[in-house]
């Protein structure tokens, strides 16, 4: 009687045990987790000569002083509900410039895009391509005209 008992126990767990529902693994962070999952700063920007979403000439190359040091340290912050804000870091390009500013923010194109509005750092304002968006890089591409060629201009920010 004492190894049946013991028998039905163990099969009682057994089967207890493989009846248990399995935890659903988590979701996977959509573009909006990500946009808004803390500040972008500038990493780096310049020109795509063949638009396929990587720096061919650097503007700080091409341009020098194009961006102004007093803008590299700007902080960039998504919020989820399309809102944002400009932070102007820690140097200012004029002590009059206000410390942060808002902006307006949606993704279009079933997310491939992104419309920026009233922002500061005129390089993103209005409707980028979305080469790059994970955890920690953020990289937009838009395409312009410099000198009668059709280039793309491409920005990186990181967190």
Not at 6 to 33: E, G, M, N, R, Y
Not at 106 to 119: G, P, R, T, V
Not at 141 to 159: E, F, P, W
Request: charged letters at 20%; a negative charge.
């Amino acid at each position: 009687m004492k190894i049946f008992s013991s028998v039905f126990c163990f099969i009682f767990t057994l089967l207890f045990i493989s009846c248990q529902k399995k935890s659903d693994p988590a979701p996977q962070p959509t573009k909006t987790d990500h946009i808004a999952a803390s500040a972008w700063t500038y990493e780096n920007a310049g020109i795509d000569n063949d638009k396929n979403g990587t720096i061919d000439l650097p503007l700080s190359t091409l341009a020098p002083g194009l961006i102004q040091t007093c803008r590299i340290d700007n902080l960039l912050t998504f919020k989820k509900d399309n809102s944002g804000s400009a932070d102007e870091g820690a140097t200012k390009c004029s002590t009059t410039d206000a410390q942060t500013s808002s902006f307006n923010w949606s993704f279009a194109d079933n997310e491939a895009n992104l419309n920026i509005s009233n922002n500061v750092f005129a390089l993103l304002n209005g409707k980028s391509k979305i080469v790059a968006l994970t955890e920690t890089s953020f990289i937009l591409s838009r395409d312009t005209v410099i000198l009668s060629t059709n280039v793309a201009l491409v920005v990186t920010l990181k967190h």
